[in-house]
């Protein structure tokens, strides 16, 4: 018997036009690369004979599952999702898509782009308009503070500075 856990918290539908290309991207590579190559494999798995000690066949079936669980998802996804591919008419106010630099209380500076939950990336400073810190800062100006709630205590944070990188 597997443990049961509620339902995810749905994520906010909102993705820049580089993240919805990227989603899609990413579903046509998995039709045609990953697929196209897992499919045959299965086949000629399932050709060696008793598939209930054939680990290839095993193996090129999970795969081919978890393909095509990621096609489900792409496919559901990019049919919810709103591109925003805008700039907001008040640039001096955080909004999705927004380079907003901050400070916090010890001097650390940092620069983060607020973006869709589908684009995340840590490396490069991409954060989830669902965040605790983006959902502090939508909506704020240069020098308000923003006070977040992080899972090991509470930090201040100025913003610095906000841009918009032009389309």
């Known amino acids: 018997m597997g443990r049961w856990r509620p339902p995810p918290e749905k994520s906010s539908p909102y ?3 580089e993240g919805a290309a990227a989603l899609k991207t990413w579903l046509t590579d998995l039709w045609k690369l990953r697929r196209g190559e897992v499919v045959p494999a299965l086949s000629a798995a399932a050709a060696e004979g008793d598939r209930s000690e054939n680990a290839e066949y095993i193996y090129r079936k999970k795969q081919l599952g978890e393909i095509d669980r990621k096609i489900r998802y ?4 990019l049919d919810e999702i709103e ?16 380079w907003v630099g901050i400070e916090d ?17 840590a490396a490069r400073a991409l954060i989830s308009v669902d965040s605790p ?7 704020r100006s240069v020098d308000d503070e923003v006070q977040v ?3 090991e205590k ?6 610095t500075s906000i841009r918009y ?3």
């Not at 940092?110 to 589908?118: K, L, N, P, S, T």
């Not at 810190?133 to 909506?139: D, E, F, I, M």
């Not at 509470?154 to 913003?159: D, E």
């Open 154 to 159: 509470s930090v201040l944070y100025t913003i």
């Open 105 to 121: 209380e010890q001097g650390i500076a940092a620069e983060y782009r607020i973006v869709g939950a589908d684009e995340t990336d």
């Open 83 to 98: 591109v925003v591919d805008r700039t907001p008419p008040q640039q001096d106010r955080v909004f999705f898509g927004a």
């Open 165 to 167: 990188e032009r389309h």
């Open 74 to 77: 792409l496919s559901k996804r």
């Open 149 to 151: 709630s992080l899972p």
């Open 15 to 17: 993705i820049t036009a």
């Open 133 to 139: 810190l983006a959902r502090a800062l939508l909506g």
